[in-house]
């Protein structure tokens, strides 16, 4: 089993810059399909980025050359870098990791259903 544990929100202006960490323990992520998912008040939770099980990264479309993920497999750590950051960008940021099984396409990718393990979040506010 993999225990994630999230940090790095804050408060910021629209424009601003934050990162998010995500620190793995329990077992490796090295090869594992990770993901950032985000959760805006009364809205339900939705994906933004994803790193597959070979390292390549992929974006929701909203964060698209201003979000990027990283992965950090010697110190089994999972970022988030956000820049030029929107009020649309608020809300509790996840981090969420799979059991190693079969691989996954495009589109189950981006399913929350396919990640096993999340943790509590982080909450980011943008103001304008």
């Known amino acids: 089993a993999v225990e994630v544990v999230e940090s790095g929100g804050g408060s910021v202006q629209a424009g601003g810059s934050l990162r998010l960490t995500c620190v793995a323990s329990?077992?490796?992520?090295?090869?594992?399909?990770t993901a950032w998912f985000r959760q805006a008040p009364g809205k339900e939770r939705t994906g933004v980025a994803y790193?597959?099980?070979?390292?390549?990264?992929n974006y929701a479309e909203p964060v698209k050359g201003r979000f990027t993920a990283s992965k950090d497999n010697a110190d089994n750590i999972l970022y988030l870098q956000m820049s030029s950051l929107k009020p649309e960008d608020s809300g509790i940021y996840y981090c969420?990791?799979?059991?190693?099984?079969?691989?996954?396409?495009?589109?189950?990718?981006?399913?929350?259903?396919?990640?096993?393990?999340w943790g509590q979040g982080t909450q980011v506010t943008v103001s304008s």
């Open positions: 969420a990791a799979r059991r190693p099984r079969s691989s996954l396409c495009a589109g189950s990718v981006r399913s929350e259903d396919e990640y096993d393990y």
């Open positions: 329990g077992s490796s992520i090295y090869r594992r399909y």
């Open positions: 790193i597959g099980n070979d390292g390549s990264d």
